[in-house]
């Protein structure tokens, strides 16, 4: 069998095993153990288990990750979403469908904390869900912001999944932050746009609220303030060289942590709380690493990037078809599959072939621009019909909402997506110029 053979019967050995509920961690080391021996046999294989788990778990840079799941967890303890929602509508809710885009900007800001999409979309539509029906917002618009505002949690830094695909293409993890700043904003504001245009279209779907006074929104900035400053001190120690990102992480740890303990009458048992939170994640995330580490061993020994490689050398495609391939496949995974899951296993059978097309870009330069891009049209998946994570999350708090009036409400994100997406695929700089202008 030749490796493209090899892994092909891996990744549908997988998928049945995701169709039949096991954990993909399980199921990753399921399919990776049985086709590492295949291939090589089990003393190898017991050789692999004994020194790779070490290896990779001993690399300093994955210190971050539980950090950054800790200061998400405080985030939640403080109340910081509900603060950021309430700030973000004291500013637009008195616009047309103003509330909507609120919870867009609560959801960009909360995702600066806490870094994952599903969370930041559970978490935003507790808080903003109640207000917007309050103002009569159509249940398509009220439920299709909050599934697509959540998206924006995994790609505003700072962003673990970006700091495993930085680890995985070995990639300094403060310059995939800042890449991912424009794309971020831009994410934010295509949105609030698609919210604009969708109002003026249907008026009816998202009333004008009250305008606040100008000593109510001095009051909002006031409650927000300690936010943008945790965000400032770790970012921009960060870029600045003050301190590592894990370093960062433990400043945005302690930071909100004093804000839950402070702001959110945190006690003793919401701190364990917390702690077992961020544990239990770091866990899962951790056990997923170890399967995909495996699962992706197995494809370096079938050589399947390599063959891969050397068809798309042969068809003589445009690098540009190859790379909107690649994005129609991942955001078909986004779709049934968990961000981390696709990107460990996906990046390592992608990547090396799109380091191989000439894009007009240094190699340095495509591995930021590729990771970026691949993040997200994950994420794009997580609301994309038939099957959309976040819409599934969104959907369960609002029961009387129909799933159908759901998916219509995420159509005006999902063109500005395909809009921002081959925008950032047309001008690469878009994504790099921030990264060129530190260089």
Not at 53 to 82: D, E, R, W
Not at 137 to 157: C, E, K, M, R
Not at 227 to 251: D, H, K
Request: glycine fraction near 10%; charged fraction near 10%.
């Amino acid at each position: 069998m030749s490796g493209i053979e090899i892994v092909l019967g891996m990744f549908a050995a997988l998928l049945l095993l995701l169709l039949i509920r096991v954990p993909i961690a399980v199921a990753m080391l399921l399919v990776g153990m049985t086709t590492y021996t295949i291939l090589s046999g089990w003393d190898p294989l017991l050789n692999w288990l004994k020194t790779s788990g070490y290896y990779l778990f001993s690399t300093h840079s994955l210190s971050v990750v539980p950090l950054f799941l800790l200061m998400g967890q405080f985030a939640s303890k403080a109340g910081m979403s509900k603060a950021l929602f309430d700030a973000a509508n004291v500013w637009l809710g008195h616009r047309r469908g103003g509330i909507a885009m609120a919870a867009i900007g609560g959801c960009a800001g909360f995702g600066a904390i806490c870094g994952s999409s599903l969370a930041t979309a559970a978490t935003m539509g507790q808080v903003a869900l109640p207000e917007l029906r309050r103002h009569n917002y159509s249940g398509s618009l009220a439920t299709g912001a909050l599934a697509a505002g959540g998206t924006l949690g995994i790609l505003i830094p700072p962003s673990v999944i970006l700091v495993i695909y930085a680890i995985l293409v070995e990639a300094n993890i403060a310059t995939m932050f800042l890449a991912a700043f424009i794309p971020g904003i831009l994410a934010a504001i295509g949105y609030i746009i698609a919210i604009a245009v969708y109002v003026r279209i249907n008026p009816e779907a998202g009333p004008a609220g009250e305008k606040a006074s100008a000593a109510q929104r001095l009051r909002s900035l006031r409650d927000i303030w300690a936010v943008g400053l945790i965000f400032l001190i770790v970012i921009g120690g960060i870029y600045t060289g003050v301190f590592t990102p894990t370093e960062g992480a433990s400043f945005g740890a302690i930071g909100t942590g004093i804000l839950a303990f402070t702001y959110g009458r945190m006690r003793l048992d919401g701190l364990v709380e917390c702690v077992l939170g961020a544990a239990e994640a770091t866990a899962m995330i951790f056990l997923i690493l170890l399967g995909a580490e495996l699962f992706n061993s197995v494809i370096a020994l079938s050589r399947m990037p390599f063959q891969a490689a050397d068809l798309i050398a042969a068809s003589k495609l445009s690098p540009y078809i190859i790379l909107i391939a690649m994005i129609a496949f991942y955001v078909a995974l986004g779709c049934v599959m968990e961000s981390l899951s696709i990107i460990l296993i996906t990046v390592p059978v992608f990547y090396p072939i799109v380091e191989g097309l000439d894009f007009g870009l240094s190699p340095a330069e495509v591995k930021i621009w590729f990771g970026i891009l691949a993040l997200i049209v994950v994420e794009v998946g997580l609301i994309t019909p038939p099957v959309g994570m976040n819409v599934f999350i969104i959907n369960s708090m609002a029961r009387d909402i129909p799933m159908l009036e759901t998916f219509k409400g995420v159509t005006p994100f999902l063109i500005s997506d395909i809009v921002r997406v081959g925008l950032l695929i047309a001008f690469p700089a878009l994504t790099l110029c921030l990264v060129r202008l530190t260089n």
